[in-house]
Structure formats: structure tokens, C-alpha cells
């Protein structure tokens, strides 16, 4: 099954659900990802001394070593405004990740939940435009979207979580009732995950700061769009319709 991830930023599949992208990966599916910005407005530029366009160069190369470390299929990075998109046009968005999705046409479709995980606004932003296109594509009779899922946290996940003790990014989680999938991921997973975040040198405090290489979850929370799942499907293509 041909699986499209789409997030804001660099890091943004690595700090999320690159462990379940490498099992996804391992049981048959082509996983791709799509990032909207070079990441290049990140605070981090000013410890580095870096304008935002010579930051959003240093996270693409970053990018291309994820890319190996991960085996994606496919990733494009866009060049949108990073820490801008909620003062965009949001139809110039949508023109831009339609392109993609019409280029590479995938059955499944993936992004942040309604919550964002952090509340950031580019992550509520490129939610809402997502679930957008996703409808008005299917209501144009675009039969191979199948899917439309969003990575996210559980409750568990937050309260064991590590960065819960020190975190500054107050991170959000949903509810049991509306996870659709619990993806279980292996040893070699997190290790991809784990190593893939090393790619991000521009980014080394930040991550020693959540501490996130110490939270080790053996599985993976996805919501469906419109579908329930009770109990929880263990692959983010179960149950698809066809």
C-alpha cells in the first residue's frame, strides 16, 4: 500500500512516527513523505548564527541523510514558509500538496491530528489542509485515496514519556476512543527512529532536551478520518474498503 506522509517541517517525522514508517516498511508498504518548509524560521539558526534561508539549506541536507537512514521511497521537501503558513492563502497550500498527491497518487494519506501534537500553528494548519483536500478530492472522484489517517500520541505514551517531566512543549494526546490503529514496532524500528533524529545535527540540544531518544514505545497510535476501529487495527492499511 502506498503510504504519503505530510508534515510541516524537517524533524517532524522523526520526533513522530519514524518507528512505525520503518515497521510500515518492513510489512510490505511504499512509504513516502511530503515536508512543507525547509524549517529554516527555527530559533535554533540564532545559536548557529544562520539567516532562515542558510538554516532551511543546513535541515535539507539534514533531510537527504533521513531519507537513506529511513529507505523512503520518495521525499520532497517544498519551500514554504516556515512558521508562516497560518498567514498563507490556505488554497496555495492546498495547490501545492495537491500536485504531490496527484504525482505520486497514494492509497493512504497522513498527518497530524486536529490537536497538532505540540498546538503549533503550522501543525493545525497543515491538518485542516490536508483533511480538506483529502474530502474535495474524493468528492471529484479521486478513487485512489483510500485513507486518510493521522500519526498522534496516546495517553500512555505522555504519561511514561520522558519529556513529560521537563517539558516545555506541552504535548498533547488523543483519547483512547478515537485511536484507530496501534502500530507495533520492534527493536530495529526504534533504532531507525533513533538514528535518523542523529541526522539532525542543527538540532542536537533540542533533542537532548526532550530526551526523546530514551522514550521506547512499542507501539505507534494512528486516528482513521471517518472510520472506527474497536478494538484497534494493528496496520495503518487494515481494514481499507476496496
Known amino acids: 500500500m502506498k503510504t504519503l506522509y505530510i508534515f510541516p517541517h524537517p524533524d517532524d517525522e522523526s520526533f513522530g512516527p519514524a518507528s512505525a514508517m520503518s515497521a510500515q516498511q518492513r510489512a510490505g508498504h511504499e512509504i513516502n513523505l511530503l515536508t512543507l518548509t525547509k524549517g529554516g524560521a527555527t530559533k535554533q539558526r540564532h545559536k548557529l548564527g544562520l539567516s532562515i534561508k542558510q538554516m532551511g539549506e543546513e535541515r535539507h541536507k539534514e533531510m537527504l541523510e533521513v531519507e537513506k537512514v529511513l529507505g523512503l521511497k520518495e521525499m520532497t521537501l517544498l519551500d514554504l514558509p516556515d512558521s508562516g503558513l497560518a498567514e498563507m492563502d490556505p488554497r496555495e497550500i492546498e495547490n501545492a500538496v495537491k500536485n ?143
Open 100 to 242: 504531490e498527491i496527484e504525482r505520486m497518487k497514494p492509497e493512504i494519506l497522513v498527518t497530524y491530528p486536529v490537536h497538532g501534537i505540540s498546538g503549533f500553528h503550522d501543525h493545525l494548519v497543515t491538518h485542516a489542509v490536508v483533511k480538506r483536500l483529502f474530502l474535495r478530492m474524493k468528492d471529484k472522484g479521486t478513487d485512489y485515496l483510500k485513507r486518510l489517517a493521522f500519526f498522534t500520541l496516546s495517553k500512555r505514551d505522555v504519561e511514561t514519556n520522558v519529556m513529560n517531566s521537563q517539558n516545555p512543549f506541552h504535548i498533547l494526546y488523543s483519547t483512547e476512543n478515537i485511536i484507530d490503529c496501534k502500530q507495533p514496532v520492534e527493536e530495529e524500528d526504534i533504532r531507525k527512529m533513533q538514528e535518523a533524529l542523529r541526522c539532525y545535527k542543527t538540532y542536537e540540544s533540542t533533542i537532548e532536551q526532550t530526551g526523546i531518544m530514551d522514550f521506547v514505545s512499542d507501539e505507534i497510535s494512528f486516528e482513521f478520518y471517518q472510520e472506527d476501529f474497536d478494538p484497534h487495527v494493528k496496520d495503518i492499511a487494515e481494514g481499507i474498503k476496496t
